[in-house]
Every structure is written in structure tokens, then in C-alpha cells.
């Protein structure tokens, strides 16, 4: 949850977890590779 900036929910079950779009696009921005399995 720290990591990625989640909020707890708990509504549906214990780890019922929300990420708001802001902090989506963050993490989008990080981790979207340009390469395919055949560049690497």
C-alpha cells in the first residue's frame, strides 16, 4: 500500500484496495516498457 500509494477499502474483503488515477498514471509512467520479449 506505502509503495504504490493505495488506499484501504475493505468492502468486498480484507484486501479490497483502491489506487486513484493521479497515482495510477504515476505508476503507469514508471513501469511502461517500449521493448517486446523479441528486443530483449
Known amino acids: 500500500m506505502e509503495t504504490f ?12 484496495m483502491m489506487i486513484d488515477d493521479e497515482t495510477a498514471s504515476r505508476i503507469r509512467e514508471t513501469y511502461d516498457y517500449e521493448w517486446t520479449d523479441e528486443q530483449v
Do not use: N
Open 5 to 16: 500509494g493505495a488506499q484501504h477499502l475493505g468492502i468486498l474483503h480484507q484486501w479490497h
